[in-house]
């Protein structure tokens, strides 16, 4: 998280959704979280900060739009994440 001089934090602040098969890649319990990513922070880094790699994530979805892993996350963003859906 980045602190600027006020000491309050600054950067991009998201809300993240992690479908319950990424919670696990991802280590984490939390359906939803917030994080704070640098300005101009992508959909990549992202992913990066929850240490999953690429083939995990196969919908990613912002402020209800699709999006690709180099689309810059605006402040305040609301981002889902599934997993690589498979069947037929």
Known sequence: MLRGASGV???TRIRVK???ALRRAAATTE???ELC???GATVRHLLEAFDLVHGEVGLVVVNGALAGEAQELPDGARVELYPVFSGG
Do not use: F, I, T, V
Request: cysteine-free; charged content about 10%; glycine content about 8%.
């Open 9 to 11: 934090a600054q950067g």
């Open 18 to 20: 992690l479908h319950p």
């Open 31 to 33: 359906a939803e979280q």
């Open 37 to 39: 990513l640098p300005p």
